[in-house]
T-cell receptor
């Protein structure tokens, strides 16, 4: 168990809809990273929050947004969904292992857009 | 930006040794990571290299040459449970202060271990 909790595990919805994915980082971790993994693209960095503030942005679409709340949980909002948004969405926080900050991932939320 | 290249698929026999290569081109470098990912599951951390050389951890070893932009993951005494995707990831040198940390991942190498 990585200690990073993601809900829901699975989500099926229709094109044009909006969904919210939720992540709770490991206890005490201030950072939350969101990644998208689709079959043909591999793991793509979306966005990072640190202690409630946006810290870095990757390949995140304008239809997507995220926030981190005072209790450090984070939500990733995906709107106007398209078929191509079907993917695994991972949340991660960083821990120190082998002398380095290591990303540790939650189990992921599998989104299917029909 | 970063470009990371690794083979798409590999097959190896149970009990054998396999080497998974990764080459990268990056504007800055601050460490290379290897992750294992079983189908439908989360990536899990295997190894980290920031200096040139070999890091050994049980059956798994990882090597880095920064001048060549090259790393490999070596898996010994292969077991069926080692069938998974292996992801090479590079940490950029540039980061915006405390708490900022992101990895760029390659597309992964799917390893199939056969009896």
């Amino acid at each position: 168990d990585s200690g990073v909790t993601q809900t829901p595990k699975h989500l099926i919805t229709a094109t044009g809809q909006r969904v919210t994915l939720r992540c709770s980082p490991r206890s005490g971790d201030l950072s939350v990273y969101w990644y998208q993994q689709s079959l043909d693209q591999g793991l793509q960095f979306l966005i990072q929050y640190y202690n409630g503030e946006e810290r870095a942005k990757g390949n995140i679409l304008e239809r997507f947004s995220a926030q981190q709340f005072p209790d450090l949980h984070s939500e990733l909002n995906l709107s106007s969904l398209e078929l191509g948004d079907s993917a695994l969405y991972f949340c991660a926080s960083s821990v120190v292992r082998s002398g380095a900050n290591v990303l540790t991932f939650g189990a992921g939320s599998r989104l299917t857009v029909l | 930006g970063q470009n990371i290249d690794q083979p798409t698929e590999m097959t190896a026999t149970e009990g054998a040794i396999v080497q998974i290569n990764c080459t990268y081109q990056t504007s800055g470098f601050n460490g290379l990571f290897w992750y294992q990912q079983h189908a439908g599951e989360a990536p899990t951390f295997l190894s980290y290299n920031v200096l040139d050389g070999l890091e050994e951890k049980g059956r798994f070893s990882s090597f880095l040459s920064r001048s060549k932009g090259y790393s490999y993951l070596l898996l010994k005494e292969l077991q069926m449970k080692d069938s998974a995707s292996y992801l090479c990831a590079v940490r950029d040198l540039e980061y915006s202060g405390a708490g900022s940390y992101q990895l760029t991942f390659g597309k992964g190498t799917k390893l199939s271990v056969i009896p």
